[in-house]
């Protein structure tokens, strides 16, 4: 048997007065849907058995999906309903399956609770179990009804609730575990006879029940496993609590925070022990930063791989990797491709791209190295830059070991300095340089007598 789940996320986000589809709003600057997929992924179910369930924005989520590895989507042309969202994807309730159902916009529902959740379906041999959470502000959820007796009888939506279940605390979070040929013979007979005019797939509960079928219920430990949002202030309150539920585990890890002003750590991140991360750092992806190391303040890593006692102060780094002990800012740019070695000491306003850079080269101040081999060792000068495309092609430089590239210098790919070669200060290098020797290539000096007599700028004044 293989279980399949279906991820709804066709919501417009109006109240989140955005253009973007509702699930495309960033927690920890990840779409909310994206952690959804990696709960769904987590509890066991293989991307081909996973559905989403797309409308307003289609071509935004869809391009996010393809990014991921592409799933099956099902387009929901009208908001209808939950019920006539699920509909759109009958194709996936297979006979003897499970399927689970899920809100894209559920950030928190991690993959253990999903799973929790499915064994107490399958132990309980239901037809449909209901995620449920205990919120003391109940809000717009659905509220969990019960009888006299305690036992799961339905879900009554907000809007067609009686004051007296506004009073029930047990809320319906959007999640259930169905058995899939149950709810493929439920969905027909939803009504959209409510006060909203929609199907909801909330009703199912009662048909199933009606039926003889069995219906449960799974309450979530954290209730916070269950909040999602419907406005920009439900979304910035999601961030702070995923902010410092990741700053919180890595507090436990023995990671340091002189403080958290401007401090986002995306969920995949791994952070050593003893490292530093200060005010206003962005580290997202699938980062892993080493021990001892002090990372900011001001600076952006994205999918990088960080050793051990490294510096980035100021620094922007994205898809790179970064050795032991190396040193790099302020105001320096590291773009993918970029290796830096054991050792090496990236200066201000330096820009490194798609180079691999040897142990204990220096790159001090003002220059660019893009596409280029580093040897060990190499010093680099003020302002020098390798000139690796040709408006139409890009080529690569070549530097040994112990060179050293005279300020504002030049290279003009492709080419290759020796080891222990040596750039004069100022030379535009347009040929290989052999090892051990000294290249000179500059303009003959021209003097022009009386210039400024009879310049423009002179006569202007």
């Keep these: 048997m293989s279980n399949s789940a279906i991820i709804l996320a066709a919501g417009d986000g109006k109240r989140m007065r955005s253009a973007r589809p509702k699930v495309m709003c960033e927690v920890l600057e990840e779409p909310m849907i994206g952690w959804v997929l990696d709960s769904v992924s987590g509890a066991g179910i293989s991307d081909e058995n996973i559905g ?26 009208e908001r209808k309903g939950t019920g006539h969202a699920v509909m759109q994807a009958e194709e996936m309730l297979v006979k003897g399956d499970n399927v689970l159902v899920i ?18 379906h399958t132990y309980c041999g239901n037809d449909v179990t209901v995620l449920t959470a205990e919120l003391p502000d109940p809000a717009d959820y659905g509220r969990i009804i019960r009888d006299s007796e305690g036992r799961f009888s339905g879900i009554t939506e907000k809007k067609d609730c009686t004051l007296e279940e506004l009073q029930i605390t047990e809320i319906n979070s959007g999640v259930y575990w169905f ?4 709810l493929k013979e439920a969905l027909p007979k939803l009504s959209d006879n409510n006060a909203g005019g929609e199907f909801y797939l909330t009703d199912t509960v009662g048909i199933i029940l009606d039926n003889g079928g069995k219906a449960g219920t799974f ?3 954290d209730p916070g496993a269950v909040l999602g949002a419907n406005t920009r202030a439900d979304l910035l309150q999601l961030n702070i609590i995923a902010k410092m539920a990741v700053i919180g585990k890595l507090l436990e890890e023995g990671v ?3 403080s958290t002003d401007g401090v986002i750590i995306g969920k995949n991140v791994t952070v050593g022990r003893d490292t530093k991360i200060l005010p206003g750092t962005i580290i997202r ?6 021990e001892n190391c002090v990372i900011g303040p001001n600076s952006l890593i994205e999918n990088c791989k960080i050793g051990n006692g490294v510096i980035l102060n100021n620094v922007q780094a994205y898809d790179s990797r970064v050795s032991d002990r190396v040193k790099a800012g302020p105001f320096v740019q590291l773009r993918p491709g970029t290796i830096l070695h054991e050792g090496v000491k990236i200066g201000d306003f330096v820009e490194i791209k798609n180079s691999e850079i040897g142990v204990n080269t220096a790159v001090a101040h003002l220059t660019y190295v893009g596409d280029s081999d580093v040897g ?7 302002g020098c830059v390798t000139a690796n495309y040709d408006g139409i092609n890009k080529y690569r430089t070549t530097i040994g070991d112990y060179a050293f590239i005279g300020c504002n210098t030049n290279l003009i790919a492709p080419v290759e300095i020796g080891e222990n070669a040596t750039t004069a200060a100022g030379s535009t290098i347009t040929k290989s340089v052999p090892p ?6 500059r303009a003959q000096t021209k003097i022009i007598d009386h210039w400024e007599k009879n310049s423009k700028r002179i006569k202007k004044a």
């Design 52 to 77: 989403v369930i797309v409308g307003s924005g289609a071509d935004i989520v869809k391009e996010y999906l393809a990014k991921r590895g592409g799933f099956r989507t099902f387009m929901q042309n």
């Design 103 to 120: 809100c894209g916009d559920s950030p928190f529902v991690n993959a253990d609770t999903i799973a929790a959740a499915l064994n107490e």
């Design 179 to 182: 058995r899939a040929e149950t």
């Design 219 to 221: 309450k979530a430990a």
């Design 256 to 258: 340091e925070f002189v």
């Design 285 to 290: 992806g699938n980062t892993i930063i080493g």
């Design 376 to 382: 060990k060792g190499v010093n680099f000068g003020c």
């Design 436 to 441: 051990d020797s000294l290249a000179v290539e």
